[in-house]
């Protein structure tokens, strides 16, 4: 029956900035805007196939949400770093291990990164990794998680 998911949707305190943030930061197209409603919309990868919206609300309204945007596993590994602190943004993992390096969720397995957009909700740039989940390794480097790979062959 489901077969996707079509659209997500944000309140965000400034509708300018956030357009601004979402179309020449992270290059999604934007499709739709709709002033009277101070509402815009974004096509996530090919036009119609996945859609963000935007809505702007007073910020006591606001409640941080987060979602991931999929990504080429071989941009997580070798640019999404240097492509957020490029465009001023902080990237986080939760590795508590002192970098900003993406890490592995060994369950599905995937590799990602997170940043925060300019209302502070989490974003995250995710890529599923080839192989068989391992979940009882939790959330390890990209490193360890070549490590363990490598191990096992």
Same mark, same amino acid.
């Given at each position: 029956?489901?077969?996707?998911?079509?659209?997500?949707?944000?309140?965000?305190?400034?509708?300018?900035?956030? &357009?601004?943030?979402?179309?020449?930061?992270?290059?999604?197209?934007?499709?739709?805007?709709?002033? $009277?409603?101070?509402?815009?919309?974004?096509?996530?990868?090919?036009?119609?196939?996945?859609?963000?919206?935007?809505?702007?609300?007073?910020?006591? $309204?606001?409640?941080?949400?987060?979602?991931?945007?999929?990504?080429?596993?071989?941009?997580? *590994?070798?640019?999404?770093?240097?492509?957020?602190?490029?465009?001023?943004?902080?990237?986080?993992?939760?590795?508590?291990?002192?970098?900003?390096?993406?890490?592995?969720?060994?369950?599905?397995?995937?590799?990602?990164?997170?940043?925060?957009?300019?209302?502070?909700?989490?974003?995250?740039?995710?890529?599923?990794?080839?192989?068989?989940?391992?979940?009882?390794?939790? &959330? *390890?480097?990209?490193?360890?998680?070549?490590?363990? $790979?490598?191990? $096992?062959?």
């Amino acid at each position: 029956m489901i077969t996707g998911l079509y659209e997500t949707h944000l309140f965000v305190a400034n509708l300018e900035l956030s &357009i601004e943030f979402y179309k020449n930061i992270l290059g999604l197209e934007q499709c739709y805007f709709e002033e $009277e409603r101070r509402a815009a919309f974004f096509w996530i990868g090919e036009p119609k196939e996945s859609m963000l919206g935007l809505w702007e609300k007073p910020k006591s $309204e606001i409640d941080r949400r987060h979602f991931a945007f999929k990504c080429d596993k071989n941009f997580i *590994i070798n640019e999404a770093t240097a492509f957020l602190k490029e465009h001023g943004l902080n990237p986080f993992n939760f590795l508590n291990d002192g970098t900003d390096q993406p890490m592995v969720f060994a369950w599905v397995p995937a590799i990602a990164i997170y940043f925060d957009d300019p209302d502070g909700h989490h974003l995250e740039f995710i890529s599923v990794l080839d192989g068989k989940g391992k979940p009882e390794n939790g &959330i *390890i480097s990209y490193e360890r998680w070549l490590e363990l $790979e490598t191990k $096992e062959k």
